[in-house]
């Protein structure tokens, strides 16, 4: 399994765009990327998934550059209810459901 | 949709006690996993089952026994609980082989066990 290093933390204020980096030097040709968000006292929520290149949902934007080495996690104009953990995942594509999740990025954002 | 429930909430369990955790979901999932989450740390992974009848040791397996007696529940059972077994335990659901090609894991509200 790829190993996946994040910052241990970040701090923000409200409305900034928020980028967290992921790095992921050993990932393998058919693993993907995920990102999940944990608040406090709740279980963990997915965000995105990619492959490659970028990915844009409602909620955040994934780039992945070609080599795939690193991603990058971005949140738009950040609010004080984004202040939680999250997580970079890689997940190879026969996984099923069988997540590796490391120890996150805590993210706290200030009024 | 309930999604995923977890019961109970909270429990404290003496040394040497047993207990269930229930787990069920109502979206027709195939997958279902049990995580633990010691403070301040990520989730790591007890059991997980990948339909009906089949179950399979994650990475944390000591201690806890799975099965899979219907699509709906997953419950995780407690043998002679210890105190290295206080944590928070998340049940997750997702789709099968057959569903979309995705990572995305329905988490339960967690179940807070004390052990003393």
């Known amino acids: 399994l790829a190993k996946t290093t994040q910052p241990i933390s970040m701090d923000s204020y409200e409305g900034q765009e928020v980028n967290i980096t992921c790095s992921h030097n050993?990932?393998?040709?058919?693993?993907?990327i995920t990102w999940y968000q944990q608040f406090p006292s709740q279980g963990p929520r997915f965000i995105i998934q990619g492959y490659k290149t970028k990915v844009t949902n409602e909620v955040a934007s994934l780039f992945i550059p070609a080599d795939r080495k690193s991603s990058t996690l971005s949140l738009p104009r950040v609010s004080l209810s984004d202040t939680a953990v999250y997580y970079c995942?890689?997940?190879?594509?026969?996984?099923?459901?069988?997540?590796?999740f490391g120890g996150g990025t805590r993210l706290m954002v200030k009024p | 949709n309930a999604g995923v429930t977890q019961t109970p909430k909270f429990q404290v369990l003496k040394t040497g006690q047993s207990m269930t955790l229930q787990c069920a979901q109502d979206m027709n999932h195939e997958y279902m996993s049990w995580y633990r989450q010691d403070p301040g740390m990520g989730l790591r992974l007890i059991h997980y089952?990948?339909?009906?009848?089949?179950?399979d040791q994650g990475e944390v397996p000591n201690g806890y026994n799975v099965s899979r007696s219907t699509t709906e529940d997953f419950p995780l059972r407690l043998l002679s609980a210890a105190p290295s077994q206080t944590s928070v335990y998340f049940c997750?659901?997702?789709?099968?082989?057959?569903?979309?090609?995705?990572?995305?894991?329905?988490f339960g509200p967690g179940t807070r066990l004390t052990v003393t």
């Open positions: 997750a659901s997702s789709y099968g082989p057959t569903g979309p090609v995705t990572y995305e894991q329905y």
């Open positions: 089952s990948v339909g009906a009848g089949i179950t």
């Open positions: 050993n990932i393998a040709t058919n693993d993907y």
């Open positions: 995942l890689v997940v190879p594509f026969n996984a099923g459901n069988m997540l590796t």
